[in-house]
């Protein structure tokens, strides 16, 4: 039995069972021995499979990548590697994201099932042989779902290569600063501020000087602030524009709601103070080209939060630098937030997106695509050093009543192109507390002309089997029944996850690393123009899942 067919038949008793509730969406990564006349039937028969599994046919498939590469190891031009991604669009507004390539090592097949209740994850084990590997199955394969795939390949028109144009914006050089450093927090309660103040405090070179935010916010914001400057002993500063003035603030770390962001970060860099910035960056692509523009013309530091400094995203940056696998044709990436109580949203009715979102956050929601997605792309954007220039994704409200009802996606998926035969595809959102022994799904995978590898955040781990009480989701919050914020975790009762054990993390915290930059005088590795750069994909994404077209990026 072949790869596939094992990982498939696995999932399928599963499925039958209802272990994950209803299946919502899919994901096959494929990297198979032999020859490029059988991607078209790996690919083929993930389409057949998911329009089994979701209950419907597919009513569009975009494809990316080429078939007519060199099939033997080594080739130094992305273009020339053959692998190749399809994004699928279901008839029901369910959604599937498919890659197959070469594998000159070691071949690999990974399959991920989501649920509305649940994901369930194909674990293989690549040290097993497998008669057979992938054989070429198109003959066994509906014709229709062929033809589908080998439509879809004839009707894409790769993106011409500008090598001049790829590359973002050299960093702007940063002052030198001694420490120690004022940091003025914009916003407090429920935001990421929770986070971002606790590892301010903890680094000796920083003091917090106060919480500030704009006179005019609500009366809610407002006690939030006010909450989190108590408990962090700090003052709460009523006047933001005159906090922003001060002598003693040099850092100002700025989780205002995403409408409020850009104009606020202007102000702050006009003010000449370096910028720690919540994502995702801003609401619209003009508020965050202005936070660029600002930016650039105070000669100010400026870093966007991200999981790029995180063990699983630095090992997949050393195995990219290291060149081992060859240059890097593809980047696919899972990651899902193990949070909320699903189960809850009408699949009966398939989300219909806004090409220009301007409601991103609300109590009981967010927009999780833009929240998630801009983790991968920030992935991307660092190790290619090349931005976004075309995306096709789809969005949709698989899991949670509370985001359907205000409109605001929880999951999403994307298929993004860099230029020079280079893509990744994205699967990404919220789906559910119980769908993960612990943070949730976090994989990339890394295609290269050479070889591939898969960078899983939760291995190497220890699994630790006890009798003791069962992890049981925390109690639902009204102020957050998503589970957003820190604080309302742990009024609620919630606990650590402790099935899985991982190593011991070294590595320095994303502020941590972005104070290193203001001490030694070196731009953060995602500045404002990277940060923009992501948010602009993001937004082209909206405008996609709208439209059901590949979009241009700005």
Excluded at 9 to 35: C, N, W, Y
Aim: glycine share 8%; with cysteine.
């Amino acid at each position: 039995m072949d790869h596939f067919s094992l990982a498939v038949e696995t999932a399928q008793s599963a499925l039958a069972a209802g272990r994950i509730g209803t299946p919502v969406s899919m994901r096959v990564f494929a990297q198979t021995a032999g020859d490029t006349s059988q991607l078209v039937g790996i690919l083929a028969r993930s389409l057949e499979t998911a329009s089994r599994w979701l209950a419907t046919e597919p009513a569009s498939v975009y494809a990316v990548g080429s078939l007519n590469g060199d099939e033997t190891p080594g080739s130094s031009d992305p273009a020339n590697t053959p692998h190749i991604a399809l994004g699928v669009r279901f008839a029901n507004g369910r959604a599937a994201v498919f890659s197959a390539g070469l594998a000159h090592t070691t071949p690999r097949m990974e399959l991920l099932v989501i649920g509305n209740r649940g994901v369930l994850s194909w674990e293989p084990d690549y040290g097993a042989i497998i008669e057979g590997d992938v054989p070429d199955q198109t003959s066994e394969v509906a014709a229709t779902y062929v033809r589908l795939v080998e439509d879809a390949l004839a009707s894409y028109k790769p993106l011409p290569s500008q090598a001049a144009k790829d590359s973002p914006a050299a960093p702007s050089s940063v002052v030198q600063l001694a420490p120690p450093y004022g940091v003025l927090l914009v916003a407090g309660s429920h935001t990421h501020q929770e986070n971002y103040a606790e590892a301010f405090a903890a680094d000796p070179r920083c003091r917090l000087v106060g919480v500030t935010d704009e006179p005019g916010v609500s009366s809610r914001r407002r006690a939030l602030n006010d909450r989190l400057a108590q408990q962090l002993g700090i003052p709460y500063l009523d006047d933001l524009a005159a906090a922003l003035q001060r002598d003693d603030v040099q850092i100002v770390s700025i989780c205002a709601e995403p409408e409020r962001r850009g104009p606020i970060a202007v102000a702050a860099a006009e003010a000449g103070k370096h910028l720690y910035l919540d994502k995702p960056l801003a609401a619209s692509s003009a508020q965050a080209e202005a936070i660029v523009a600002a930016v650039q013309s105070a000669g100010v530091a400026s870093q966007m939060f991200s999981l790029i400094g995180s063990p699983a995203a630095l090992r997949a940056r050393k195995i990219a630098d290291a060149q081992t696998l060859g240059p890097l044709v593809a980047m696919h990436a899972d990651l899902l937030f193990a949070k909320g109580d699903p189960g809850t949203a009408n699949l009966a009715i398939p989300r219909r997106e806004s090409a220009e979102p301007h409601n991103f956050e609300w109590v009981e929601s967010k927009r999780e695509f833009s929240n998630v997605g801009v983790y991968p792309l920030s992935l991307a954007q660092v190790i290619w050093q090349t931005p976004p220039r075309r995306i096709w994704a789809v969005t949709g409200n698989y899991f949670f009543a509370e985001h359907q009802v205000n409109q605001m996606e929880d999951f999403g998926l994307a298929v993004v192109e860099y230029g020079g035969g280079r893509f990744s595809t994205i699967v990404t959102g919220r789906c559910g507390w119980r769908s993960h022994p612990s943070h949730g799904i976090n994989r990339t995978y890394l295609v290269g002309s050479r070889g591939s590898a898969v960078v899983d955040a939760f291995r190497p781990r220890a699994e630790i089997y006890a009798d003791v009480p069962p992890w049981t989701p925390p109690r639902r919050h009204p102020e957050d029944p998503m589970g957003f914020w820190s604080s309302t975790i742990e009024e609620s009762g919630g606990r650590p996850k402790h099935a899985w054990q991982l190593p011991p993390d070294h590595n320095p915290s994303d502020i941590r690393a972005f104070v290193d930059c203001l001490e030694q005088g070196r731009p953060s590795d995602l500045p404002a123009r990277a940060a923009a750069n992501v948010h602009k994909a993001l937004m082209s994404a909206y405008r996609s899942a709208a439209s059901g077209e590949a979009i241009e990026v700005e």
